[in-house]
């Protein structure tokens, strides 16, 4: 089965540095695949999240790769890493140790040939953490998961907790309807970036990233 996962990634994707961290190169479905056009049945994959690269993602990672001291020598987990960018900039910025984790099974693979990719080492799960004590880690990455309502307050209410248990929260994110202005008037803005040009195209026409820490 993982070997079918990874054949079928790596024969649908592309590697990209086009986005907010080009040192990075991860596997895509950008506009030169042809899957990027495909009508929905000829899609091999079910909600391929994984196989973009967020703009709330992006600038969490930017915002590691730029701020080592953000991760170095701490125990980072990625919630919903999708594509594994946030936590290969953690590993690379000298982390203790990385968890990437998703509940899909497919966006473990891809992080896991990302790392590859990336040259770097880091775990992976696919367990449903949310609701976690997270008591192996010091800092709970979360890149572009406040795109659903419903999804966002448990989240947020489950952040809040940790949070106030002493664990570091940074949330990457574009302006999602989730992360309210109550939201943020509880974080302090960390980082604003620009988003590359073919990035802002792909996204709805966000032209800008956030990061945030949960006070
Ligand atoms: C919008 S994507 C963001 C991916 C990545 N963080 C980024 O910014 O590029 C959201 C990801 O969260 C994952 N996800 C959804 N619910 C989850 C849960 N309860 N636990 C872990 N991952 C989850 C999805 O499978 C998807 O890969």
């Given at each position: 089965m993982l070997k079918e996962i990874t054949s079928l990634i790596l024969k649908h994707t592309l590697v990209s540095r086009r986005?907010?961290?080009?040192?990075?190169?991860?596997?895509?479905?950008?506009?030169?695949?042809?899957?990027?056009?495909?009508?929905?049945?000829d899609v091999p994959f079910k909600d391929p999240f994984w196989a973009f690269y967020w703009?709330?993602?992006q600038a969490t990672a930017r915002?590691?790769?730029?701020?080592g001291e953000s991760v170095k020598n701490l125990?980072?987990?990625?919630?919903?890493?999708?594509?594994?960018?946030?936590s290969i900039a953690a590993a690379k910025m000298n982390a203790k140790q990385v968890l990437a984790n998703d509940i899909d099974k497919y966006a473990v693979t891809a992080t896991n040939i990302n790392a590859e990719l990336n040259k770097v080492n880091l775990e992976t799960n696919t367990d449903n953490l949310?609701?976690?004590?997270?008591?192996h880690f010091d800092t709970i990455l979360i890149g572009d998961?406040?795109?659903?309502?419903?999804?966002?307050?448990?989240?947020?209410?489950?952040?809040?907790r940790i949070s106030a248990n002493g664990k570091t929260v940074l949330i990457g994110d574009?302006?999602?309807?989730?992360?309210?202005?109550?939201?943020?008037s509880r974080m302090t803005l960390l980082a604003q970036y620009k988003l590359p040009s073919d990035s802002a195209m792909e996204n709805n026409g966000f032209t800008h990233s956030t990061v945030w820490k949960l006070n």
């Open positions: 986005h907010l961290t080009p040192e990075l190169a991860l596997r895509l479905i950008t506009p030169d695949c042809p899957l990027w056009r495909a009508g929905e049945g703009p709330g993602g915002y590691i790769l730029d701020n125990r980072i987990l990625d919630i919903g890493c999708g594509c594994g960018a946030g949310i609701g976690d004590d997270c008591e998961m406040f795109y659903d309502e419903e999804f966002a307050n448990v989240l947020f209410k489950w952040l809040d574009p302006g999602r309807h989730g992360l309210t202005e109550k939201r943020r």
